[in-house]
């Protein structure tokens, strides 16, 4: 008999002694937990659930809290002023060993439900006692970085090489008054700053950016 059980955003499909390795669990090695989402029973007389089985269950022993594989992945950024950076991953995962698989009887077994890591805690407050958040107001798509207000005593601009005193007043215009701002653009930032000030690949061609780096470090 198998039964293929939904935890963490996945589905698994499982039997009676197997091993089988999960996104973390709030539960210790030792501890029994049982999974309540099945979603088909295997064997001589197959149940599909519609999602899930009513009664079914599967228990299972934790063995440890492990973490899988490291994954690597790279950040490189197209133009010459930028860099490439290496990042590793290593998901925290808890290892298990299945010892019961219920067609039956699971809402009445008493065992602990199997909850992720990230859905309890200590200090966990029900979503009808919080105060209901505000919607986020949408950002602009986009647009380059302003700042708040003008730096006071911002920078010389027209330090930049091809940044005359007509462009210093236009990009005044739009918050942008130091080199550390530049400095920071995004390609999106590059993009939407062109074309709101209607010179189209003139920061790329002129490398604003690389030198606003150079004169913001002083």
Known sequence: MFAVLKTGGKQYKVSSGDMLRVEKLAADAGEKVQFNEILMLGGDAPV??????EGAAVQ???VDQVKGDKVIHFVKRR????????????????????TEIMANGGDKSGVKAAIGSGSVSATAIS????PAKKAAAPKAA???KKAAKAAAGGDDLSK????????????HGEGITTFAQIAAWTDADVEAIEEKLSFKGRVG??????QAIELAKG
Do not use: N, Y
């Open 160 to 171: 930049i090489s091809g940044v005359g005193p007509v462009i210093v007043k236009k990009l």
């Open 79 to 98: 133009r010459k002023h930028g860099s490439q950076r290496t990042k590793g991953h290593r998901q925290q995962l808890t290892l298990l060993r299945i």
């Open 60 to 62: 299972a022993e934790v």
């Open 127 to 130: 979503a009808a006692d919080k």
């Open 48 to 53: 599909v659930g519609a999602p899930f089985i």
């Open 142 to 144: 986009a647009a380059p």
């Open 205 to 210: 061609r002129e490398d604003w950016i690389a």
